[in-house]
């Protein structure tokens, strides 16, 4: 598994924008895909956005034209742009990274990030 640290999200007017980070390091293998998760009180914890190797991307439906993924294969670092932020983007924003070693799968998560957007 990765060490993964998590940096940015805060608190912002709705409409604002913030920046999310995660930088992977000490992993086996190589990392096939990262992507970011938020779970708000009372909800199941939900895909926000994901990236491939190749820059495949994929968004959930609330957050299409409004978030951008993109990462630095170099630093092993993913990171999610959120604009037009909404108060109901408020969530904890937990890092995804998978990867593989010789064949096996292996998954880590970060450790969580507030975003918190006001009305």
């Known amino acids: 598994q990765a060490r993964l640290v998590q940096s940015g999200g805060g608190l912002v007017q709705a409409g604002g924008s913030l920046r999310v980070s995660c930088a992977a390091s000490?992993?086996?293998?190589?990392?096939?895909?990262m992507g970011w998760y938020r779970q708000a009180p009372g909800k199941q914890r939900e895909l926000v956005a994901s990236?491939?190797?190749?820059?495949?991307?994929n968004y959930a439906d609330s957050v299409k034209g409004r978030f951008t993924i993109s990462r630095d294969n170099a630093e092993n670092t993913v990171y999610l742009q959120m604009n037009s932020l909404e108060p109901e983007d408020t969530a904890v924003y937990y890092c995804?990274?998978?990867?593989?070693?010789?064949?096996?799968?292996?998954?880590?998560w970060g450790q969580g990030t507030q975003v918190t957007v006001s009305s």
């Open positions: 995804n990274v998978d990867g593989e070693w010789y064949g096996s799968l292996w998954v880590s």
């Open positions: 000490e992993f086996p293998g190589s990392i096939y895909r």
């Open positions: 990236i491939r190797r190749d820059d495949w991307t």
